[in-house]
């Protein structure tokens, strides 16, 4: 029986060690991703979407007069209250190019977050969602003249409800916009195997252009499509993309021997899409939603009254 146990446990060892190798080499390879083989347009070596949330009072003042400087356009998920800080200068916007997307009415995220406690995802169902969603496109819709097909989730959180009741709302964002972005994500989208819906995003805020270079090089080596995602656009404080940066980005990207094709999500989106054979976007209603978002717009009109 010993000399059974031995022999066994010989061969468990070498079965270990074995198994082990192979998983060190798939995740050596995994690590070593290899360049896509998507190709951009005019022989570009990937994509940049810079992206801004909130509607901050900076992105108008500060972020949007440097960025038209440089003939840049970049996508801007507003709040509605802030947008209306700034009307005027978010229709200008619109005229010079930018992207208006959608980032719900009032911003909810996790309850586990004190100041979202009395506007919690956890208390939300599929139906308010949508009414919210709808709500939001119809206010930019009004005021700045474009119906959004970019979305961008409040905190990156992607659900609602609680428990064994959570629920996906991607399936939602998917049915009504063209692109759904994340945020606080650790790489680039590989333009060949994204999913709309859910784009990564990685942080803008608070970063040196030299720090923004190695990812932009990063996903450069592998054709990727880099979105980078902010807050505040000033010379600094919290939650801000420093404009030195941003002017940075945009004069790196404007030089032709680095290969940048730099645009507003719906742009790239929209070209990813045609060359993976899709269909355009055409704003689907989402119709198995439809009639309990009727019901649940009643509910929400109360709130929000536009």
Same mark, same amino acid.
């Given at each position: +029986?010993?000399?059974?146990?031995?022999?066994?446990?010989?061969?468990?060892?070498?079965?270990?060690?074995?198994?082990?190798?192979?998983?060190?080499?798939?995740?050596?390879?995994?690590?070593?991703?290899? @360049?896509?083989?998507?190709? !951009?347009? /005019?022989?570009?070596?990937?994509?940049?979407?810079?992206?801004?949330?909130?509607?901050?009072?900076?992105?108008?003042? /500060?972020?949007? %007069?440097?960025?038209?400087?440089?003939?840049?356009?970049?996508?801007?998920?507003?709040?509605?209250?802030?947008?209306?800080?700034?009307?005027?200068? !978010?229709?200008?916007? *619109?005229? #010079?190019?930018?992207?208006?997307?959608?980032? #719900?009415?009032?911003?909810? =995220?996790?309850?586990?977050?004190?100041?979202?406690?009395?506007?919690?995802?956890?208390?939300?169902?599929?139906?308010?969602?949508?009414?919210?969603?709808?709500?939001?496109? $119809?206010?930019?819709?009004?005021?700045?003249? *474009?119906?959004?097909?970019?979305?961008?989730?409040? =905190?990156?959180?992607?659900?609602?409800?609680?428990?064994?009741?959570?629920?996906?709302?991607? %399936?939602?964002?998917?049915?009504?916009?063209?692109?759904?972005?994340? !945020?606080?994500? $650790?790489?680039?989208?590989?333009?060949?195997? =994204?999913? +709309?819906? /859910?784009?990564?995003? +990685?942080?803008?805020?608070?970063?040196?252009?030299?720090?923004? @270079?190695?990812?932009?090089?990063?996903?450069?080596?592998?054709?990727?499509?880099?979105?980078?995602?902010?807050?505040?656009?000033?010379?600094?404080?919290?939650?801000?993309?420093?404009?030195?940066?941003?002017?940075?980005? =945009?004069?790196?990207?404007?030089?032709?021997?680095?290969?940048?094709?730099?645009?507003?999500?719906?742009?790239?989106?929209?070209?990813?899409?045609?060359?993976?054979?899709?269909? %355009?976007?055409?704003?689907?209603?989402?119709? #198995?939603?439809?009639? +309990?978002?009727?019901?649940?717009?009643?509910?929400?009109?109360?709130?929000? %009254? !536009?």
């Amino acid at each position: +029986m010993n000399t059974f146990r031995s022999i066994a446990s010989i061969i468990f060892i070498l079965i270990c060690l074995g198994t082990e190798g192979v998983f060190a080499q798939l995740y050596q390879a995994g690590s070593e991703q290899e @360049k896509s083989e998507f190709y !951009w347009p /005019k022989g570009k070596e990937m994509a940049i979407s810079l992206t801004f949330d909130d509607a901050r009072l900076s992105q108008a003042d /500060k972020g949007i %007069p440097l960025l038209n400087h440089f003939d840049v356009k970049a996508t801007f998920y507003i709040s509605p209250n802030n947008l209306l800080k700034r009307e005027e200068a !978010w229709k200008d916007a *619109v005229e #010079t190019g930018h992207e208006i997307g959608n980032h #719900t009415v009032g911003h909810p =995220c996790s309850g586990n977050f004190e100041w979202s406690r009395e506007n919690a995802l956890e208390d939300y169902t599929l139906q308010e969602m949508r009414a919210e969603l709808d709500s939001a496109n $119809e206010f930019i819709e009004k005021n700045v003249g *474009v119906r959004p097909v970019s979305f961008a989730y409040p =905190c990156g959180q992607t659900f609602v409800g609680r428990g064994k009741n959570t629920k996906s709302y991607v %399936p939602l964002v998917a049915s009504m916009f063209e692109t759904g972005r994340d !945020w606080l994500n $650790e790489g680039p989208n590989d333009p060949a195997y =994204c999913d +709309m819906a /859910k784009l990564t995003a +990685m942080e803008l805020d608070g970063k040196s252009f030299q720090e923004v @270079k190695k990812l932009i090089e990063s996903a450069r080596s592998k054709g990727q499509w880099l979105i980078l995602a902010g807050h505040e656009m000033d010379e600094g404080g919290a939650q801000t993309s420093l404009l030195s940066t941003i002017e940075a980005i =945009c004069k790196y990207a404007a030089d032709p021997a680095n290969g940048i094709w730099i645009a507003p999500v719906h742009q790239i989106a929209a070209y990813i899409k045609e060359e993976r054979g899709g269909q %355009p976007f055409t704003g689907d209603s989402g119709g #198995t939603y439809k009639r +309990m978002f009727l019901r649940a717009k009643q509910k929400q009109a109360l709130l929000w %009254p !536009w």
